[in-house]
């Protein structure tokens, strides 16, 4: 196999088509969990540490996403917490289990919301530990994770669980064990496809909890960009619906 971008788009659309069409049972049940949340004015609420967080951004405050949806991040603990920017120079942040407390505490959720939460391995302590206090608090949990990958790895969880052991709906998105699509010559691997295998389940969810509601009778909530005209004004009105339960942040 060449190392090349010409190769590596070829891996990728094999991955993309697999993920893109496959599941389809799995998604129909998760976009369900999602739409019941939505229609009882509950918000969704999106996870992921590192690289995953992209999961969250593509749920999140996007165009074309819905309104009821809520990022929360690392960053939180300095922005909402009082902390200060040094603990998240902890490179095995991720890894702490009492991080995920302190993000629930500091998020503004309800009962009736939902929790999307992305992991390629699914092993690391924050995640782990998140899911556990989600699905203990009663929320409903998809998971998106990489079969492949938490097969193949021990959890660093002291429950020794993963995160597609505690989730509802699990999603796999298709990456390889490592993440990476074309291997080295001396090892390893280049040409990662987590990330936007994750955005395209993400999107895929979104169109389906809209669908979902506009089958209902209902109309959606979902933003426009604030690049065309009424665009801001026709979100911030959306927004007030949901005042103190929504975050927008960089």
């Known amino acids: 196999m060449s190392v090349t971008s010409s190769e590596y788009l070829r891996q990728l659309q094999a991955v993309i088509m697999r993920v893109g069409t496959g599941q389809q049972d799995e998604k129909n049940r998760a976009a369900k969990l999602l739409t019941e949340t939505v229609r009882n004015g509950g918000v969704i609420q999106a996870f992921g ?3 995953s967080e992209a999961l969250a951004m593509e749920i999140a405050g996007r165009a074309g996403g819905l309104v009821p949806t809520n990022r929360i991040a690392l960053r939180d603990i300095v922005l909402y917490g009082g902390s200060e920017m040094a603990d998240l120079a902890d490179p095995a942040i991720e890894r702490r289990t009492e991080i995920a407390h302190r993000l629930y505490e500091l998020a ?19 995640v782990v530990e998140m899911a ?75 169109t389906e909890v809209v669908a979902n509601l506009l089958t209902a009778g209902l109309t959606p909530p979902v933003y426009l960009s604030d690049n065309v005209p009424g665009g801001k004004e026709h979100n911030a009105h959306l927004e007030a619906r949901y005042a103190g339960r929504i975050r927008r942040t960089a």
């Open 132 to 206: 556990l206090l989600v699905k203990e608090r009663g929320h409903a949990l998809v998971a998106i994770t990489s079969a492949q990958h938490s097969a193949g790895v021990d959890s660093r969880h002291p429950s020794g669980r993963k995160l597609g052991d505690i989730a509802d709906v699990v999603l796999d998105n298709g990456a390889p064990y490592g993440d990476a699509t074309l291997p080295l010559p001396g090892g390893g691997a280049v040409g990662a496809v987590s990330s936007i295998t994750a955005a395209l389940l993400a999107q895929q969810l979104v």
């Open 108 to 126: 503004p959720i309800k009962p009736d919301d939902a929790f999307v939460i992305a992991s390629n391995s699914g092993i690391n302590g924050a």
């Open 49 to 51: 540490c590192g690289h």
